[in-house]
């Protein structure tokens, strides 16, 4: 169904290849949550942003997701949405299944290794998105603006199944947008 992919596109842009796999020694460990692995140089609340959400995701808890989703990108999406009989929450519900698979009564989120793509295209993440229709080059200008800066970031998830016993990357050198917004805060375009 194409509004389906576009749900998932838009919750997370999903791109190829930015290279090879962060150093080990940075990772931030816990038994309960997701670990997360970062690069040397990658900044921390860039870090906490994309974890945040995908224990959003991982815990279906749409307010959560609200509260690190980047607020006019929310506003642009839903909008969008609408206009093709869905809305925001929907859509998060969607994604939300985006990792069950058949034959697994549950899965949990393991490991999330994340850094800065080596090239980093932000012009390209916007023309994508004005070109699907999902917000206009004024939206666009205005998260400029906003923005104390805007980052390219690639990561790879891993998820554990019911009754496996080793976690599977579930998403590979995909990429997500984050930004640092002029009210000091760390957002996520997902």
Partial sequence: MKIKGLYLCAAVLLLTGCGAKPTEDAATESDEMLVV????????NYAEA????????????FESYKSIAY???QEAF?????DNDS???????????EFDE??????KLTELNVK????????????????????????????????????DIEF?????????????PVVQSSEMMVIHAQDDKYYVFA
Avoid: H, M
């Fill in 102 to 107: 058949d034959g697994y009564e549950s899965w």
């Fill in 50 to 61: 994309i974890k945040t959400y995908f224990e959003a995701l991982e815990s279906k808890d």
């Fill in 78 to 82: 839903d909008a969008f949405l609408s």
């Fill in 37 to 44: 692995t970062p690069d040397e140089d990658f900044d921390k």
């Fill in 71 to 73: 607020q006019p990108y």
């Fill in 87 to 97: 809305n925001l929450e929907k859509a998060f519900q969607e994604v939300c299944t």
């Fill in 156 to 168: 790879t998830l891993y998820a554990l199944y019911s009754g496996d016993e080793e976690a599977t």
């Fill in 116 to 151: 800065y793509c080596e090239k980093e295209d932000v012009d390209n993440f916007f023309s994508t998105y004005e070109q699907a229709g999902i917000f206009d080059e004024d939206f666009s200008d205005a998260a400029r603006k906003d923005a104390k800066e805007i980052r």
